[in-house]
């Protein structure tokens, strides 16, 4: 029994290594990709639209709709990030009813690549809005004592980002595995099921704390001014 | 438990690809999509409203051209029944002046009628009275009544006034031609000499008479002088009586009480 999809190596030359979490992030790529493009290919914008395009519109707006209630004005400006950061996630985690299936998410190093995509986001989205200046000034808020703190918090805030994930998804995935040896039948269908609910909740958890980051960093100059 | 860089990495690199074609192939498709559903139905709604503005104008119209028409024809409306008051109003007034001057008409003819009626009879009534009278008078002249009237003459050659006097005598002075004297019938001897007795002693000694007969007087004498003549007889009152009694056209009577009246009269 492996821990992580990571152990599971298809090809490696040295430092290069095409495990399973890779192949499997790209099979979702794959899938949500082409997904999208063949949805969106035929995309209307009479009153009338298909049912795809409407789960889609649904899936999308409410996505603004959570971007923008948390404090971030124009939320089509980290639509892309925040959205595909819930989407990505939330579908990982969700593919779990496939059997012989291994979430991406439930490798440490998928969790803490998605991490530092978050901790790499807010300086890049603070720099945008103020400019590098006023980013670097966020730091000495409220005074310059306040500086080892919050570059320790932007630290931790990552790390715990990536083992929060991480260790969510691990943890089901194992309790499943567990179950499946003590009580095949009724229990590991129910924890999947419940699996389903944490996968969801950590998908939310996850882009809902990156778009706070952000919308702590965009939303300081104009507190400011 | 480990984590593989090079997994992190590409894990990485693959989140950043998927986010650049997740923006590509769903956010920006869909995103436009909404804001082209959205702008339609905008602009959807600006059409309502502007044509709702604009049926709200047409009504506004409608009702100002469905009141000025109810104006219209009221006041039209108005003027004709104004118009046919007049008109009535003229036409009775015409009818009224028509009537009133047939009325008149009719009231003229029919008081020329009355007018000439009354007058025949009146005429008729005069002639029936003169001739009944005349005839009366006629069969009752007499001697005895020659006589009377000659004393009645002779009376009043007496009490004669002075200018009619005084114009007799001139006018017999004038002439000196004996006086002509006309009676009904013959004077006896006695009433001749009163006659002459009276003449004498109006015109003076000289006074002579020459006695004629006229059964036109009735009864009553005349005396004629030069022209001038003194007379009293029945004849002449009945003449003056048929001046004084006879009824000229124009003073016919009007009212009908006053016809009624004269008929019996």
């Known amino acids: ?225 | 438990m480990q984590i593989n860089w090079f997994t992190v990495i590409a894990q990485l690199f693959n989140f950043i690809l998927l986010v650049w074609l997740m923006k590509r192939f769903l956010y920006a498709p869909i995103l436009a999509a909404i804001d082209e559903r959205e702008k339609k139905i905008k602009a959807q709604l600006n059409d309502a409203k502007d044509q709702k503005a604009e049926a709200k104008k047409e009504q506004d119209e409608f009702s100002a051209k469905n009141a000025d028409f109810d104006q219209h024809k009221k006041a039209l409306m108005d003027a004709a029944i104004a118009e046919t008051q007049t008109e009535r109003q003229k036409l009775l007034d015409a009818a009224r002046t028509d009537a009133e001057t047939l009325r008149t008409k009719q009231a003229r003819a029919l008081e020329e009628m009355q007018a000439s009626l009354q007058t025949d009879i009146a005429k008729k009534t005069q002639q029936a009275v003169f001739s009944i009278t005349q005839k009366a008078l006629v069969d009752l002249a007499s001697v005895s009544l020659e006589s009377q009237s000659v004393a009645v003459f002779i009376e009043r050659l007496r009490h004669l006034k002075a200018d009619e006097k005084q114009a007799f005598v001139d006018a017999f002075q004038a002439d000196k031609k004996p006086v002509q004297i006309k009676s009904a019938f013959a004077l006896s001897a006695s009433q001749q000499t009163d006659v002459k007795a009276a003449l004498t002693k109006l015109l003076g000694a000289s006074a002579d008479g020459a006695f004629t007969t006229d059964p036109a007087l009735i009864s009553g004498i005349s005396l004629m002088a030069n022209g001038y003549k003194l007379a009293w007889s029945v004849a002449d009152y009945l003449t003056s009586l048929e001046k004084s009694i006879s009824v000229p056209k124009s003073v016919a009577p009007k009212k009908e009480s006053d016809t009624k009246k004269h008929a019996v009269n």
């Open chain 1, 1 to 225: 029994m492996h821990l992580s999809p990571d152990d599971v190596i298809f090809w490696q030359y040295g430092f290069i290594t095409i495990n399973l979490t890779l192949v499997t992030t790209w099979g979702l790529m794959v899938v949500m990709v082409v997904g999208s493009g063949l949805i969106t290919r035929k995309l209307k914008t009479g009153l009338h639209i298909s049912r795809w395009q409407c789960a889609l519109e649904i899936i999308v707006t409410g996505i603004n709709t959570q971007i923008e209630e948390v404090g971030l004005r124009q939320p089509q400006k980290y639509i892309g990030f925040i959205g595909t950061l819930f989407l990505f996630i939330a579908i990982a985690n969700m593919c779990i009813v496939f059997p012989g299936y291994e979430p991406p998410t439930g490798s440490l190093s998928t969790t803490t690549a998605l991490a530092l995509g978050v901790f790499l986001a807010v300086p890049f989205f603070g720099v945008e809005r103020g400019g590098v200046l006023t980013y670097l000034k966020s730091y000495l808020q409220p005074t310059f004592i306040m500086l080892p703190f919050n570059i320790i918090s932007d630290i931790t805030r990552t790390l715990a980002l990536a083992v929060r994930l991480f260790g969510n998804i691990m943890s089901g995935g194992m309790i499943v595995g567990i179950l499946l040896s003590i009580s095949p039948l009724i229990f590991p269908v129910i924890m999947n099921v419940l699996g389903l609910l944490t996968g969801l909740v950590q998908a939310y958890i996850f882009s809902i704390l990156a778009t706070v980051y952000i919308a702590a960093v965009v939303s300081k100059p104009d507190k400011q001014t």
